[in-house]
């Protein structure tokens, strides 16, 4: 069974940093990409930040230049560095894999639970 595990949110206060990890775990041979997207209070889910297997990037325009995704494909680990925080990058923060080759097949898309990031004036 494949599942994503979100770690890092939390309370900080605007102007301060927050490192989310997600770490997929399961029989898995490679992810073709993996993403970040959040979602406040009465607002639909966006996406934040994608990376891709090779490493190409891409961020949603309200993070450009305070977040930096990466990720670890040894581990199947995508992290998000947020800094500079601001209180209206308070959400729920999902981790999202695309393109899961498993023993069991390919998944084309799977979703964590979810982690908490408030964000403070």
């Known amino acids: 069974q494949v599942r994503l595990v979100e770690s890092g949110g939390g309370l900080v206060q605007a102007g301060g940093s927050l490192r989310l990890s997600c770490a997929a775990s399961?029989?898995?041979?490679?992810?073709?990409?993996m993403n970040w997207y959040r979602q406040a209070p009465g607002k639909q889910r966006e996406l934040v930040a994608g990376?891709?297997?090779?490493?190409?990037?891409n961020y949603a325009d309200s993070v450009k230049g305070r977040f930096t995704i990466s990720r670890d494909n040894a581990k199947n680990t995508v992290y998000l560095q947020m800094n500079s925080l601001k209180p209206e990058d308070t959400a729920v923060y999902y981790c999202?894999?695309?393109?899961?080759?498993?023993?069991?097949?390919?998944?084309?898309?799977?979703w964590g639970r979810g982690t908490q990031v408030t964000v403070s004036s």
């Open positions: 990376v891709t297997s090779g490493g190409s990037t």
């Open positions: 399961g029989s898995i041979f490679s992810i073709n990409a």
């Open positions: 999202n894999a695309e393109g899961l080759y498993t023993i069991a097949g390919l998944l084309p898309n799977v």
